[in-house]
């Protein structure tokens, strides 16, 4: 099923949690909390739902929630088995951090209809198992 809808995402969180051991959930809690403070969610998407288990999260996918706010520079630090980060259709805005090359099993990045501004990290390209990057014309993300 998509983890595209917010019933989605949760049962993409269940399945993560009965697929892996639970290493520090204090660790993981603060993760999430740390990625919380970052976003503005006029619709309260994120607070009225409880993710568990963060270090081994593999996507996040939160397409048109309305979500605003910037990406936090540690972002990879805390999730390190992400594989998906899609954030598409919101009002993300500021710079993709250049830490976001330390998510090395990141697979698909889709930032497209959003407010990111400045220069794509060039590291970007180092890495290797990015199969799919989408960050949309320039009328919405203004990168370059």
């Not at 269940?14 to 403070?37: E, P, R, W």
């Not at 929630?65 to 630090?77: A, I, K, R, V």
């Not at 954030?87 to 930032?111: A, E, V, Y």
């Not at 990111?116 to 990057?133: A, M, Q, V, W």
């Amino acid at each position: 099923k998509s983890c595209e809808d917010i019933t989605g995402l949760l049962r993409c969180f269940m399945a993560s949690l009965a697929m892996t051991t639970v290493k520090n959930i204090t660790t993981d809690q603060s993760a999430l909390l740390a990625f919380k403070a970052h976003i503005a969610d006029p619709y309260s998407v994120l607070t009225k739902n409880c993710f568990y288990n963060i270090s081994s999260l593999k996507m996040i996918r939160l397409s048109s929630n309305s979500l605003s706010g910037s990406l936090p520079n540690d972002l990879c630090n805390r999730l390190p088995s992400l594989e998906q980060l899609v954030l598409r259709s919101n009002g993300f805005f500021g710079q993709i951090p250049l830490s976001l090359s330390k998510c090395t099993q990141l697979q698909h990045l889709w930032l497209e209809h959003n407010k990111f501004t400045g220069r794509l990290p060039e590291n970007i390209g180092n890495l290797s198992k990015l199969r799919s990057l989408v960050l949309g014309h320039k009328a919405h993300n203004s990168l370059h």
